[in-house]
């Protein structure tokens, strides 16, 4: 694998799992691989499970990291190209990268969308200059449109959990009291699009994702009935697509409780985390046996790992 920033990267589905449980059963025991390779990792924005899980699954391979947080502790970066730099951002993305990838063999980057332009944010601009630009292999922390790493640890937590063999999986809109980005529902819908679950996405009019992610996906209006009958429920707010990055409703009837999570099949409750709690979902739902957001956050250093060893498998 040569980049890793959408489902589109990994061999296959079967593929991905396989190596997800063999790192998961054997942490340690591909050392070879990243014995004098060295990560870095570059932040334009906040986090704490990404970096800290994608960090430990390189020490598990034997491999160096290196963290940056731009705006934190380097340069401002511009990534516009052909303007006169003559403002607040002394360095272009298009030295800056080429330069990183000349101090390492793999380059991880977290670059959210930024809501000053849809058409900038669905181009992938900062990621697709890593890609275009690093000479090493890129893997997306998170994007401005997908978070494959995330939605890689959803799809191995749903496996453990199933109970079925084609479970009812429901991502539902949830309140948020700020503008979030589109990437994590995006990318679950596209990995997801690759199982034979039966995947429904349920959220108010205006919430439609981009018809890129959605293709021929189930969508219900109404939150209850599509909980009815659900194996999995993954809460998670987004921002309109249409009215691009507007927040339409923090309506909290779509609040994750107890009551609508009695209509489901007894559903695991999941969720990527950082979730506002008595916004997003109940305390009842989060701190019942139900939930495995924590099992879900420990998967993400499990394939980042398996990531990581596909990308130095080459
Ligand atoms: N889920 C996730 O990516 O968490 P962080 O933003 O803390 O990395």
Redesign the pocket.
């Known amino acids: 694998m040569k980049n890793y920033t959408s489902v589109k990267d990994i061999p296959s589905i079967e593929k991905a799992l396989e190596t997800a449980f063999e790192v998961k059963k054997n942490p340690f025991g591909f050392q070879h691989l990243g014995k004098n390779k060295t990560m870095v990792m570059v932040f334009f924005?906040?986090?704490?499970?990404?970096?800290?899980?994608t960090q430990k699954a390189t020490m598990n391979l034997g491999m160096n990291t290196m963290v940056m947080n731009v705006n934190g502790d380097s340069w401002q970066l511009e990534s516009e190209m052909g303007v006169v730099m003559d403002g607040d951002k002394p360095e272009h993305l298009l030295e800056a990268i080429p330069v990183i990838g000349r101090y390492c063999d793999v380059i991880g980057v977290?670059a959210f969308a930024r809501f000053e332009s849809r058409e900038d944010d669905y181009s992938e601009k900062i990621i697709n200059q890593f890609v275009n630009y690093a000479g090493v292999p890129v893997v997306s922390?998170?994007g401005a449109t997908r978070?494959p790493?995330?939605s890689y640890a959803d799809l191995v937590t749903i496996e453990e959990y199933k109970k079925v063999e084609k479970p009812k999986v429901v991502l539902s809109w949830a309140p948020h009291p700020r503008a979030l980005p589109q990437a994590?529902a995006n990318s679950f819908v596209e990995w997801m699009r690759e199982t034979d679950y039966d995947l429904v996405v349920t959220h108010p009019e205006g919430y439609e994702l981009a018809p890129e992610f959605m293709g021929d996906v189930k969508v219900e209006y109404d939150q209850k009935k599509a909980f009815e009958g659900a194996d999995f429920i993954y809460a998670k707010n987004w921002s309109s697509y249409s009215e691009y990055g507007k927040v339409l409703s923090k309506d909290i009837s779509w609040t994750v409780t107890e009551e609508k999570m009695a209509l489901t099949n007894n559903a695991k409750f999941m969720h990527?985390?950082?979730v506002r709690r008595n916004v997003v979902v109940s305390d009842g739902v989060i701190d019942s046996p139900n939930s495995i957001v924590i099992d879900q956050?420990a998967n993400?250093e499990v394939t980042a790992q398996a990531v990581l060893k596909m990308i130095l498998e080459g």
């Open positions: 924005n906040s986090s704490l499970r990404t970096r800290l899980s977290r922390m998170e978070h790493l995330q994590v990527c985390l950082p956050a993400r």
